[in-house]
């Protein structure tokens, strides 16, 4: 894995409770791998890859500031067109 296909240890504060949570997040490596999301030791890679056939980057954005949360978006490049996808963390579920 090289290092422009993973991002490890980014500090996030994902649920507004002003304890920046840690993530990792690792692109497949090969056909073989599956992408890496890990939230605060807790891996979500499973549910991610449920979603996503083929996770390519990641970040963070604050879609509805009234809500107190920021999203999590994965791009997916599952063929011709990215798309995005949009999770949230409440500190225990990736929604």
């Avoid at 840690?22 to 890679?45: M, N, Q, W």
Wanted: contains cysteine; glycine residues 4%; hydrophobic residues 40%.
């Amino acid at each position: 894995m090289n290092v422009e296909s993973s991002v490890s240890d980014l500090k996030f504060d994902l649920n507004n409770d002003n304890q920046p949570e840690t993530i990792t997040f690792k692109t497949a490596a090969s056909d073989k791998d599956s992408a890496v999301l890990i939230i605060d030791g807790t891996d979500y890679s499973e549910l991610m890859n449920t979603w996503c056939d083929a996770p390519i980057a990641i970040g963070m954005m604050d879609i509805i500031e009234k809500d107190k949360f920021t999203e999590i978006m994965i791009v997916d490049s599952n063929g011709a067109v990215p798309t995005a996808h949009f999770f949230r963390y409440n500190g225990f579920d990736l929604f």
